[in-house]
C-alpha cells in the first residue's frame, strides 16, 4: 500500500470550474507540502501544511490530520493552472514521500 | 535573491561515463537535498545534506552514487559509469532550517545513451 494515496489521477475541467485533489497518507507526519510542475519539468512549493488551511491567490489547502487527510482547491480556474500536482508528506523532519501526482488540464 | 539553481538543465552521457550535478542553493539556506524522478514516477529521496556533512543518504544506490556539499561552491551529486537505468530527473531542494518549506530547483534531466 503507497504511503500517499492521491485523486483523481488525471482531471480535465473547463475554465472557472472549482478544483478539488485530494490526498490521504497512511504515515504520521511533521507537515504536508503541496507542490506543482509544470510540462517543463519544474517543481514549485505551493503550500507547507501542518494544521487547518493556508489560502495564496485562487489557491487554498486543507489537513486534516486526525483523518490524515489533505485538500488543494482551485477557484475560477484558468488554463494556466494546468499541471501536475503533487502531495508530499513530510516525516523524520525533513524526508519528504511523495504522491504520485495529480494531471491537471484546464480548457478554455 | 535568486532561487535554487541547478547545471547543467540537460546532461547526455554514454554508458560507462561520469555524470555531475550542481546545485546552488538559495542564498542563506545550508541544507540540501537531491530527490530523483524516473520516467512515470514519482520523485524520491536520495540524500540529505548540511554544509560538509552528509545527514542521511538511506535514499542513495550504495554503488557509484555519491553526493557532497562542501564549504563554499555547489552541492554536487556525482554518478559514476553511468548505466541507461540512471535516466532521470534530477531535482535538488534547499532550505534555511530542518523543519520548512523546500524551494526546488528546475531539476537536471540525465540521458545515459
Known amino acids: 500500500k503507497n504511503e500517499v494515496e492521491q485523486s483523481p489521477q488525471n482531471l480535465t475541467a473547463q475554465e472557472g470550474e472549482f478544483i478539488t485533489i485530494n490526498c490521504s497518507y497512511s504515515?504520521?507526519?511533521?507537515?504536508l507540502h503541496w507542490l506543482q510542475q509544470h510540462p517543463g519539468g519544474g517543481i514549485v512549493s505551493l503550500f507547507m501544511?501542518?494544521?487547518?488551511?493556508k489560502k495564496h491567490g485562487r489557491l487554498i489547502a486543507t489537513i486534516n490530520i486526525q483523518e490524515k487527510h489533505s485538500s488543494l482547491h482551485i477557484t475560477a480556474s484558468h488554463p494556466r493552472d494546468s499541471a501536475v500536482y503533487i502531495c508530499?508528506?513530510?516525516?523524520?523532519?525533513?524526508?519528504?514521500?511523495w504522491g504520485a501526482g495529480t494531471k491537471l488540464i484546464i480548457k478554455p | 535573491n535568486a532561487g535554487v539553481m541547478q547545471n547543467p538543465r540537460h546532461l547526455v552521457r554514454r554508458r560507462g561515463q561520469e555524470a555531475r550535478l550542481r546545485c546552488s542553493p538559495m542564498k542563506g539556506h545550508s541544507h540540501v537535498y537531491w530527490y530523483r524522478q524516473l520516467p512515470e514516477e514519482g520523485l524520491k529521496f536520495m540524500v540529505y545534506?548540511?554544509?560538509?556533512?552528509?545527514?542521511?543518504e538511506s535514499g542513495m544506490p550504495k554503488e557509484r552514487f555519491s553526493a557532497e556539499f562542501p564549504k563554499e561552491g555547489p552541492s554536487i551529486l556525482r554518478i559514476q559509469q553511468v548505466v541507461r537505468g540512471d535516466s532521470a530527473a534530477y531535482f535538488c531542494?534547499?532550505?534555511?532550517?530542518?523543519?520548512?518549506?523546500?524551494?526546488f530547483g528546475a531539476g537536471t534531466r540525465l540521458s545515459v545513451l
Open positions: 501544511l501542518s494544521s487547518g488551511k
Open positions: 531542494a534547499s532550505s534555511p532550517r530542518t523543519e520548512s518549506i523546500q524551494y
Open positions: 545534506l548540511q554544509k560538509e556533512n552528509i545527514i542521511d
Open positions: 504515515v504520521g507526519i511533521s507537515a
Open positions: 508530499a508528506v513530510q516525516f523524520r523532519n525533513y524526508q519528504l514521500i
